[in-house]
Nanobody, 122 residues
């Protein structure tokens, strides 16, 4: 398992932006997903990126969030634009030793970060 370290959460007004980071040694060889736990709801998959940089997004964030990876820094980013109050929650990154594709389903991941809080409020 990898030791994932997340950063970048915070408080932002509706319409604002945040960039989350997920770093770990060895991350370049893993598929990486971002998940969030929103109050009153089950944890949901937000976005994922494969080793080959294929990307997938939940319908709720398409066109607003962008996932990318910087292999030189062993880091995956989640750029979140046009944030809405319903994006409020704890965001987790997760990694899976998977050669192809990636999944928005959490049970397939075996390494998890500690979570970072995102609050979208005026």
């Amino acid at each position: 398992q990898l030791q994932l370290v997340e950063s970048g959460g915070g408080l932002v007004q509706p319409g604002g932006s945040l960039r989350l980071s997920c770093a770990a040694s060895g991350l370049n060889f893993h598929a990486v997903g971002w998940f969030r736990r929103v109050p009153g709801k089950d944890r949901e998959g937000v976005s994922c990126v494969s080793v080959g940089r294929s990307t997938y997004y939940a319908d709720s964030v398409k066109g607003r969030f962008t996932i990318s990876r910087d292999n030189a820094k062993s880091t995956v980013f989640l750029q979140m634009n046009n944030l809405k109050p319903e994006d409020t929650g704890i965001y987790y990154c997760a990694a899976e030793d998977r050669a192809f594709s990636c999944s928005l389903s959490s049970p397939t991941y075996d390494s998890w970060g500690q979570g970072t809080q995102v609050v979208v409020s005026s």
